[in-house]
DNA sequence: TAGTAAACTGTAACCAATACAATCTTGAAA
DNA sequence: TTTCAAGATTGTATTGGTTACAGTTTACTA
């Protein structure tokens, strides 16, 4: 899914978000690089139009767009977070060999869940692990 | 699933895994408390039995039994690494009002997964969160 | 029994994430 | 337009889970 400016804007405004502009700037950098960047690689990539822009401020930013379900929370491994623009349902694969994290489509709301019959799920997330292909091939 | 002493010895041989006193006892733990315990509650549990036992230790040996495939390690939150003695497929969902974290049957494997079809994949975990039923009930 | 490789211990260090207080900005009312 | 309060940003200090490392102890094998 690719968010246009003007729709992350409208999407914003629904959920009460004010929209500073490193708000805006935080987003644009995720609907421009889909490859689930941690806090600090935005932090990092963001710096070179805003000089100013602080870490805390990358932080807080996220938690509120998670918050309010904007973007999607990627702990996939324990000692990093990573942050994506929150799209259909997919899981996350991530090659163990060079770190890669792919996205794959999977219908995770077509899974039984009979054991969480009274449950209220507010949000599933599918990580797989293992080698992919590029890496498997230099393997051999 | 429940292991027996001599199951877990057993099956510790067969992964090349030395079984000192203080490893023997983490599994022990971990087969005989199944709420998910973080590293840290382990250690506290054990200090007990085992006052000499550090920190470490417990880090080291869960990180090897989780390289073997005995444990498996869950990362629903961020902040918090937790450890299960792996079992047959099975998803976590994690209460975010209580912080329990319950475990669910979920034929994982049945998930269709055209775009991964090159890729070896050797681990995969499914995440969910939201609030149980006893927490549900204290709402009204 | 001796010797070597691995495991354990405890301290120190690391680093992602958060707390906090001061400053700045936003949006709306006057 | 001006004013102002609520909210956002900034930068530093701190936290807390995890790992690195060096010395000591333990376990397996010959």
């Known amino acids: 899914m690719k968010y246009s400016n003007e ?3 409208t999407e914003l405004k629904i959920k009460h978000i004010r929209l500073s502009h490193q708000r805006v700037r935080i987003l644009d950098y995720l609907a421009s690089q889909l490859n689930h960047p941690t ?6 990539g963001l710096r070179k139009e805003i000089p100013t822009l602080s870490k805390t401020t990358v932080y807080s930013t996220l938690n509120a767009l998670a918050d ?7 702990h996939i ?6 942050y994506d623009i929150r799209a259909e349902d997919h899981g996350h694969f991530k ?3 060079c770190g890669t994290i792919y996205d794959f489509t999977a219908d995770i709301d077509s899974l039984a869940t009979g054991d969480l019959k009274n449950f209220d799920i507010k ?4 990580y797989y692990k293992g080698t992919c292909p590029t890496c498997i091939g230099e393997k051999i």
Chains 1, 2 share one sequence.
């Open 7 to 9: 729709e992350l804007t």
């Open 39 to 44: 806090a600090d690689q935005i932090h990092t």
């Open 68 to 74: 309010a379900g904007v973007v999607r929370v990627i």
């Open 77 to 82: 491994e324990g000692n990093e977070t990573r």
């Open 95 to 97: 090659c163990e060999s």
């Open 123 to 126: 949000d599933r997330n599918l």
